[in-house]
Structures are given as structure tokens and as C-alpha cells.
């Protein structure tokens, strides 16, 4: 089965930074993806690692170390526009199946 | 870039009505999609997964028999709740992976059923 950890809430100011970790056990593993979700929305993409490392795209970075089943989100320069879910999705092989976290809640202030 | 169309985005019904739900892949082709549900303020989760040309694959405790899911073409399935009742009301979303399990899974917007 899969299990994903995942802090429940984190709150933060306008312009900070925020580092969202995720652990993960998980019977068969290809890749990692972060998702985010607003209110009453579907999940938007931002990010897939497959390989261990940094991947930065704009604002917002991912890091994987598969060793360690643990991976971060990285949200730069926060917006209130940022206020959201965050998803820590990790897939199997061969099925390409994603499990979902909880999600964290980020909550941006002024 | 990909685009994962979904229709209807709010369903409301009274209790018995059967639901149908559609999923299209807009630009790309899709041997699999995939259908969620997710209930306010919990994580997503995993119904089944729909094939093309066969019989769609249902996670553990979801009722084959109740959710009906059909995969007739490259861009489009659909997820019919069939007698239906207040406590399949929830939000109900498909996904779709662009190419050979390549590329990230798109999402739809998401149904909202509410059942009366």
C-alpha cells in the first residue's frame, strides 16, 4: 500500500518562503508529483520528479531523494494567490496509479 | 498544453437518478484515464482506472456495479453513478495522461454531485 505524510496546515507571509515536505512508503515507486488544488477546484500540476535531485521552475522547486522516500515543494516569493492545498503525489509503475496525501493547507497573510 | 475537458461541473438530482459524467482528452490521446473522488476537506481518491477497448480496473471497495465506467474512444470516458443517493454526493474528478505514460496527468475540472 501507500503511505504519505504530510504537515495538515502552514501558514506564512507575503514574499517568505515555504518548504512543504512529504514521506512516503510506498510498494513500488516511479516518480513524485506536487499538485495544487484551491478550494472547490481540481488539482493544477506544478512539478514531477523522477530522478533524486532539485528541479526549480519558476517559483516553486521540487526536491526528491528516492533513498529516503522524502521529498519537499519549495514556494518562493509567496502570493496571496498561493493560498491553496497542496498535494504530494507519489506513482507507482507500470499502472502510473497516484496516491494522495492529505494535503497541506498553506495559508498566505499580508 | 493538455487539456482534460469534464462535463457537467455541478449535478443536482434526487435520490435514485442515474449520473452520467463525461471526461475528453482535448489535444492528446488517452488509453487511460482515471477517476477520483474527493470529499470535502480529504484527499483524493482513487475509484478506477479506465481502459480503452476493455473493461476498466476499480480500486478496492468501490462498487463496479454502481459506478459504471465506460472508455469507447481514444479522448473520452465516462462515469455513470447509477441510483444514485445522498451519500454518493461529492466531487467527482477525472484525470488523463498525455502519450505512452508520459507527461504529467491532467485533470478536469471536477463534478460536483449533489444528491437530494
Known amino acids: 500500500g501507500q503511505n504519505i505524510d504530510q504537515p495538515t496546515e502552514m501558514t506564512a507571509t507575503e514574499g517568505a518562503i515555504v518548504q512543504i515536505n512529504c514521506t512516503y512508503q510506498?510498494?513500488?515507486?516511479?516518480?513524485l508529483f506536487w499538485y495544487q488544488q484551491h478550494a472547490g477546484e481540481a488539482p493544477t500540476f506544478l512539478s514531477y520528479?523522477?530522478?533524486?535531485g532539485l528541479e526549480e521552475k519558476g517559483r516553486f522547486s521540487s526536491f526528491l531523494s528516492r533513498s529516503k522516500g522524502y521529498s519537499y515543494l519549495l514556494l518562493k516569493e509567496l502570493q496571496m494567490k498561493d493560498s491553496a492545498s497542496y498535494l504530494c503525489?507519489?506513482?507507482?509503475?507500470?499502472?502510473?496509479?497516484?496516491?494522495f496525501g492529505a494535503g497541506t493547507t498553506v495559508t498566505v497573510r499580508a | 498544453g493538455a487539456v482534460v475537458s469534464q462535463h457537467p461541473s455541478w449535478v443536482i438530482c434526487k435520490s435514485g437518478t442515474s449520473v452520467k459524467i463525461e471526461c475528453r482528452s482535448l489535444?492528446?490521446?488517452?488509453?487511460?484515464m482515471f477517476w477520483y473522488r474527493q470529499f470535502p476537506k480529504q484527499s483524493l481518491m482513487l475509484m478506477a482506472t479506465?481502459?480503452?477497448?476493455?473493461?476498466?480496473?476499480?480500486e478496492q471497495g468501490v462498487e463496479k456495479d454502481k459506478f459504471l465506467i465506460n472508455h469507447a474512444s481514444l479522448t473520452l470516458s465516462t462515469l455513470t453513478v447509477t441510483s444514485a443517493h445522498p451519500e454518493d454526493s461529492s466531487f467527482y474528478i477525472c484525470?488523463?495522461?498525455?502519450?505512452?505514460?508520459?507527461?504529467?496527468?491532467?485533470f478536469g475540472d471536477g463534478t460536483r454531485l449533489s444528491i437530494l
Open positions: 484525470s488523463a495522461r498525455d502519450g505512452q505514460g508520459e507527461g504529467p496527468q491532467h
Open positions: 510506498t510498494s513500488g515507486f516511479n516518480g
Open positions: 520528479n523522477v530522478l533524486d
Open positions: 503525489a507519489p506513482e507507482k509503475p507500470n499502472d502510473y496509479k497516484l496516491s
Open positions: 489535444d492528446f490521446q488517452a488509453t487511460t
Open positions: 479506465s481502459n480503452e477497448g476493455s473493461k476498466a480496473t476499480y
